[in-house]
């Protein structure tokens, strides 16, 4: 019905992705957008009318509703030149998740990546619940014989557990600091959701059950709890290696979920204990404005923080009351609601009279080309898009529209 993380080496062999549920935030269009391949999403019985072996076309170039046709159809390719892109007043950064796409997509125009999920990176790197790796390493007869076995051999060519997890990380966010330097290279700590940490091997032993994990155990809370405090450290020594052993100072830290000004605090002061302290070699810090509390009372929270990478995904469902994730009310979810352009506009203003960073990250600004202007006039600093999108958005607010050519 749905994807999740398991699913993206398949994703990554496929054409296009029809699934029956689903919005367009949800997992599956995310990963399509940073993999180029469309995906309709949240058709309701998609896997009961497309037979396999039955060809067929996916078609997302038709407005903000997916086809999939019967059949071959013929297709037109537009081509613009990469090397004669006008000016634009704002700076496009891009949403980029997996590194070894990172130099390929380091050939569109950009100003960097405005948002690294580090999540997608231990999944595709590691693809282990980090509590797994500390307990084999403490106590391998804590696990049982033949998980502990294919833990082990995942990490067989490394000194032990920890160092596997450290090192892949910072494998995976050093690719995506050097191929996108000298500009900044954002990467978000992890924010799975605890349904998706359990999907990793060994998850399912380590995770609650939550009956809404979208707002749940998560973010700046998880990071904060006793239970998760040594995998958030390990996070963090992967990122203190990147920035000052390997001198990827490029790298900025962003927090996500950070629902109260103690959690902020809290997030500040444990970032710093783990050598990662703001200012420290450069370091910025922002933090994801996602939770309306953080647009209600934005200069409070930028008191601990270097900015706001607008998180326009999560700030849309929790003002409106929306699932993100279900098709039912697919149709009300839309950033350029006017209880979203005012927290928006809100959090912009703050930023702005402080002097501190502000972007935007969330699917709005791809998928809205009116909401991207709209955030043009407001004077934000950055908007990352997911790869396919930059060159249309790029001479859209360069006033030059479509101007691709055939």
Excluded at 24 to 49: F, Q, S, Y
Excluded at 190 to 199: G, I, M, T, V
């Amino acid at each position: 019905d749905m994807t999740d993380p398991n699913w993206e080496p398949v994703m990554k062999r496929a054409s296009a992705i029809v699934t029956n549920r689903g919005g367009r935030t949800c997992h599956a269009a995310i990963i399509a957008r940073e993999l180029g391949i469309p995906a309709v999403v949240g058709t309701g019985r998609a896997t009961k009318e497309l037979a396999d072996g039955r060809e067929v076309t996916v078609s997302c170039a038709e407005g903000d509703t997916g086809l999939v046709y019967d059949g071959l159809l013929d297709f037109e390719v537009d081509e613009t030149q990469l090397d004669e892109m006008p000016d634009v007043p704002v700076k496009i950064m891009m949403n980029v998740g997996t590194p070894d796409q990172a130099f390929a997509f380091a050939q569109l125009p950009h100003r960097g990546i405005g948002l690294a999920r580090l999540e997608f990176i231990i999944n595709r790197q590691i693809g282990i619940h980090p509590k797994a790796l500390l307990d084999l390493e403490r106590d391998p007869s804590a696990l049982d014989d033949g998980l502990r076995r294919e833990i082990e051999e995942a990490f067989a060519a490394y000194p032990g557990p920890r160092e596997f997890f450290v090192q892949r990380v910072a494998e995976g966010v050093s690719t995506l600091a050097a191929a996108f330097a000298p500009y900044p290279v954002i990467v978000r700590m992890s924010d799975f959701k605890s349904n998706e940490y359990a999907n990793l091997l060994a998850g399912p032993a380590y995770e609650p059950h939550e009956e809404n994990p979208m707002i749940g155990y998560r973010g700046a809370s998880r990071y904060l709890s006793d239970d998760f405090a040594e995998c958030f450290a390990m996070e963090c020594e992967a990122l203190r290696h990147v920035r000052d052993d390997m001198g990827l100072t490029n790298v900025w830290v962003m927090i996500p979920f950070v629902r109260t000004l103690e959690e902020a605090s809290g997030v500040i002061s444990l970032l710093a204990e783990h050598g990662l302290e703001r200012g420290t070699n450069d370091l910025r810090v922002v933090m994801m404005c996602e939770v309306p509390s953080n647009a209600v009372i934005p200069e409070q929270f930028l008191e601990h923080f270097d900015g706001f990478s607008i998180g326009s995904n999560d700030l849309t469902q929790l003002t409106l009351g929306i699932d993100r994730d279900s098709a039912l009310v697919a149709g009300g979810f839309d950033e350029r609601n006017p209880a979203v352009l005012a927290l928006l506009e809100r959090a912009i203003k703050a930023c702005k009279e402080q002097g501190k960073y502000v972007g935007i990250c969330g699917q709005g600004p791809s998928d809205h080309p009116d909401l991207a202007e709209w955030l043009l006039e407001q004077g934000i600093e950055s908007m990352s898009l997911n790869p396919d999108t930059v060159v249309d958005t790029w001479l859209r607010l360069a006033g030059q529209g479509d101007s691709s050519v055939s």
